[in-house]
């Protein structure tokens, strides 16, 4: 599996999302401008130990990531989504494009992947759930489906 951040601005939850990627065996990728220098002490903290295992990708742009990655089974998540992130069956190997924790993703990004754009459910006046806690909601889900297919029971 794969996590995208698009733009993201808070080295914390990069860095905590680092640790989940690596811990389940999931790449990440990042896609600049970076609110943060990913040679951030408190980036690199959240994630320290961890950070070895990690499959990283750091991209100029959304348009390099595009290029690089035109096979890629994309999913978009975003408040504004119509289809609850449980409800849907992840290929292998699918991305998952988060936003930035203060804007989300683009709205022409939005626009033309509408039926791959994917949402948590919430309660009625709730803005948003952690970005970190959002990776892990919808991560889990796609290992769960797929039998955790990397994740060795201990």
């Not at 993201?8 to 065996?25: D, K, V």
């Not at 990042?30 to 990913?38: E, N, R, T, V």
């Not at 791959?116 to 970005?131: D, E, F, H």
């Amino acid at each position: 599996m794969n996590i995208v951040l698009y733009e993201p601005e808070i080295p914390h939850n990069t860095g905590n999302i680092a640790r989940t990627c690596a811990a389940t065996g999931a790449a990440l990728h990042l896609i600049k401008p970076l609110g943060f220098s990913i040679e951030d002490k408190y980036l690199k903290r959240a994630g320290l130990d961890y950070w070895g295992m990690l499959r990283l990708s750091v991209y100029e742009s959304w348009h390099e990531f595009i290029e690089k990655n035109i096979e890629a089974s994309l999913f978009f998540t975003s408040t504004k989504g119509q289809n609850f992130y449980h409800r849907i069956k992840y290929p292998i190997n699918s991305y998952f494009v988060f936003g930035p924790e203060t804007r989300g993703l683009p709205e022409y990004i939005l626009r033309e992947n509408w039926e791959r754009v994917v949402k948590i459910p919430m309660v009625r006046g709730a803005r948003s759930l952690n970005l970190s806690n959002a990776v892990a909601i919808v991560l889990y889900e796609a290992l769960r489906q797929g039998g955790f297919p990397i994740i060795k029971e201990n």
